[in-house]
């Protein structure tokens, strides 16, 4: 699939001069706005575009995800996200991002193999962990950890081979739940639990987190399918921070491993994956609904730095369509653990139902994001805030990989390389110390 060249164009005039207008194709995708296709400016003008932030920036083709954020849409390969939430497993939706569809039954299976063969990490890995302070924030370990995975395959990975990029992909998918869990064992001081390829996917991840060596765990139904359904509402978003340097740090032809330690990287931000570790840090200080008002008049004011986290989204102007499905099994998750009274999730109703009905708010169209309600559901099952942008590393490594798979098997591949707009010295020479 390739974007369309329309009969449009984009015709430039700079300082009045129409007869120099430099004119640009319009492309257009199966969806979303069309794109003025900017890449012959320089050759043309000899000037660049000055965009950052991205803000009215495509970087790339992509068949992976579609997000119309005016009406809250979000889909992967056409599917709608609460429909795959609802019917799928999250192997299922690797399936779908890596390779374009669903499998079926015997495609299923086959997969659910090549992946779980994965699923234990090399010993010598336990030796990296252990150099880590037992203190150490896991989103720390985890970059270091992932990216050293590129020290145990880098001879064997040539990555214009296909087979070899899903190796490589599958690997990763497999491997992360098993690292994250580890990052959690070693900060409690508990041995590490090996994978059971026995349990699903969820369940195995749950079983090596709360698993111990000295007595029977058995994992719950009701957050296992809650685990399989956050993991598959992380699975990927498009172009956002962590996928781009994932990207970007990739188009250099770098190991992925190593590049995917960026995306974890970038991803730990709190305007980015860190703010399901904000949402609750926030709950927690505001500490009763009375003082809801209080925080919403923060929220507000430019001098204070504090803004509602799980509030807002550079793309979605309407309800984050995954923040919806949360909502709803969060319920059902605290309602099997025996905490609906859960005092944080009456504080967070009641923050949503106050700014949504804000002035402030409802003009910006901020809206409850991704990160809202997970953080809920993480803590009630016993999670620890600060594993919380782990497990959004965890799910969102298939987007990752399917974005890298997608974008090296591009032949219209180039390295990325930004420009910029200089604004420091002009040319001098210089001094030697005394006359400096
Ligand atoms: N609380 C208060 N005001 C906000 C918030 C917020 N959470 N988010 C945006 N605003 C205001 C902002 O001050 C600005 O106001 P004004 O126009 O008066 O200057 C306006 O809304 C637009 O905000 P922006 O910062 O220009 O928007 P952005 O697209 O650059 O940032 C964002 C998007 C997600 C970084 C931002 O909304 C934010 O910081 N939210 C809180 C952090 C958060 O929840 N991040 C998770 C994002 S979803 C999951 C993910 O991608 O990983």
Redesign the pocket.
């Known amino acids: 699939m390739a974007a369309n060249t329309t009969n449009k164009t984009a015709k430039l005039i700079i300082n009045g001069d129409e007869a120099n207008a430099a004119e640009f194709p319009i492309l257009s995708g199966t969806e979303g706005p069309d794109v003025i296709d900017v890449r012959s400016l320089y050759k043309q003008t000899g000037m660049f575009t000055h965009d950052p932030?991205f803000?009215s920036t495509s970087s790339c083709e992509s068949t992976i995800t579609f997000i119309d954020g005016e009406k809250g849409i979000l889909r992967h390969r056409g599917y709608d996200i609460a429909d795959l939430a609802e019917k799928c497993t999250f192997l299922e939706v690797c399936h779908l991002l890596l390779y374009g569809e669903l499998p079926n039954t015997k495609e299923k299976e086959e997969f659910e193999r090549n992946i779980t063969m994965h699923t234990m990490v090399h010993e010598q890995l336990q030796i990296l962990y252990k150099g880590f302070p037992r203190r150490s924030h896991p989103m720390a370990i985890l970059v270091g950890a992932v990216a050293s995975l590129s020290a145990f395959y880098h001879d064997s990975l040539d990555i214009y081979d296909p087979e070899e990029r899903d190796l490589a992909s599958r690997r990763m998918i497999a491997k992360m739940p098993t690292l994250t869990a580890m990052a959690f064992k070693y900060s409690i001081g508990h041995p590490f639990v090996y994978p059971d390829n026995n349990l699903d996917f969820a369940a195995n991840f749950l079983n090596m987190m709360f698993a111990v060596p000295c007595e029977q765990y058995k994992v719950s139904p009701v957050l296992s399918k809650a685990m399989n359904k956050l993991m598959i509402l992380h699975a990927d978003?498009e172009q956002?921070?962590?996928t781009s340097t994932v990207r970007l740090a990739s188009s250099s032809q770098a190991n992925p491993f190593a590049c995917i330690g960026a995306g974890i990287s970038s991803?730990w931000g709190?305007?980015?994956?860190?703010?399901?570790q904000?949402?609750i840090e926030m709950l927690d200080m505001i500490g009763d609904v009375k003082n809801i008002p209080e925080f919403i008049k923060r929220?507000?004011d430019?001098d204070d730095p504090?803004?509602?986290?799980?509030?807002?989204?550079?793309?979605?102007k309407n309800y984050?369509p995954r923040a919806a499905v949360i909502k709803d099994s969060c319920y059902e998750v605290l309602e099997e653990l025996g905490a609906v009274d859960n005092p944080k999730l009456a504080i967070a109703m009641e923050l949503e139902k106050i700014a949504l009905n804000d002035e402030?708010?409802v003009q910006?169209k901020?809206f409850p994001?991704?990160?809202?309600y997970s953080g809920i559901i993480y803590e009630a099952m016993g999670i620890p805030t600060t594993l919380f942008t782990g497990l959004?590393a965890m799910s969102r490594t298939a987007g990752w990989v399917a974005q890298w798979q997608e974008m090296i098997a591009d032949p219209d591949q180039k390295i990325g390389r930004p420009r910029q707009l200089y604004i420091g010295e002009g040319a001098r020479k210089v001094l030697p110390p005394n006359k400096r």
Do not use: I, Q, T
Not at 270 to 276: I, K, S, T
Not at 306 to 316: D, K, Q
């Open positions: 932030g803000m978003h956002n921070a962590s991803l709190p305007a980015h994956g860190g703010a399901n904000a949402v929220a507000k430019k504090f803004r509602l986290m799980g509030f807002g989204h550079r793309v979605y984050d402030y708010f910006r901020l994001n991704v990160d809202f959004f």
